[in-house]
């Protein structure tokens, strides 16, 4: 289905709710349909002009769209827009449960790591066609991050940066590795993980053509966007690193 139309059929089965967390940052919790016709449950945090850079936050396996509800007010805070998905595969995390999980258990929709490509690209494309913004970055984590590489390859002449968050050869797609794809990437590209999970994403990162950046910590560190909360004792080094690689973007 073409892109346009697709997304026209996205925002006519769209809804929108709106939250506030105790910290006054807010949220607008919205639906969409993926290609499939399964309901995307995603936060948007809309604190600037719509025109402002947009990030996409995805989650890692059995987690959700509430791994992003202390980073993305940090990330509103640095000029940027985002939206935090619910992708099928997972489950909870910060008390904030997967809605596209739950709908997909009840329809009984598969929710293997691949199976979370339509939503993935569901979201991209609320987000190009909808929103409109001037720039798209794509941001994953475990899993997610892995698909990142792929999402960098199919869209390589509209996206403006990539951060893949303790990314790894999990899977291949459409028979091929990750790392071709990698090869495809034209935007910036940054990487980070735990110290010990460097192996598991240099074969990727080594075929990206494009710019690109990593980042390990001094300490053992973090799997995934977690890397950033609070209670990971480097958590400033991995936003120092962050800070500076999104600063690179604007």
């Not at 807010?26 to 809309?46: C, H, N, P, R, V």
């Not at 769209?65 to 990330?75: D, N, T, V």
């Not at 992708?87 to 997909?104: F, I, M, P």
């Not at 598969?110 to 490509?117: K, R």
Request: glycine content about 6%; aromatic content about 14%; overall charge neutral.
């Amino acid at each position: 289905m073409p892109n346009r139309l697709y997304f026209l059929l996205i925002l006519f089965y769209s809804s929108h709710f709106i939250a506030q967390n105790n910290d006054n940052s807010q949220w607008e919790t919205i639906s969409f349909k993926a290609s499939d016709g399964l309901k995307i449950t995603a936060d948007l945090y809309m604190a600037h002009e719509s025109d402002a850079p947009f990030i996409i936050l995805y989650h890692q396996a059995g987690y959700s769209r509430g791994e992003y509800r202390s980073i993305a007010p940090k990330l509103n805070a640095m000029g940027f827009n985002c939206m935090a998905v619910d992708q099928r595969s997972g489950d909870l995390v910060n008390g904030v449960v997967n809605q596209t999980h739950k709908e997909a258990v009840s329809k009984g929709v598969e929710t293997q790591y691949l199976d979370a490509l339509p939503d993935i690209e569901a979201a991209y494309l609320y987000v190009k066609f909808g929103i409109k913004p001037e720039k798209i970055i794509l941001w994953g984590s475990s899993y997610s991050a892995a698909i990142m590489f792929y999402m960098g390859s199919v869209h390589h002449t509209n996206l403006d940066g990539i951060l893949s968050f303790a990314p790894g050869a999990y899977f291949r797609i459409n028979n091929k590795d990750l790392k071709t794809y990698a090869a495809r990437i034209t935007c910036p590209v940054f990487v980070t993980s735990a110290r010990s999970e460097h192996k598991n994403w240099k074969a990727m990162y080594d075929n990206v053509q494009a710019e690109k950046t990593y980042f390990l910590p001094q300490s053992e560190g973090k799997h995934g966007s977690k890397a950033l909360w609070q209670d990971n004792p480097s958590h400033q080094e991995y936003w120092n690193a962050v800070t500076e690689f999104l600063n690179s973007l604007i």
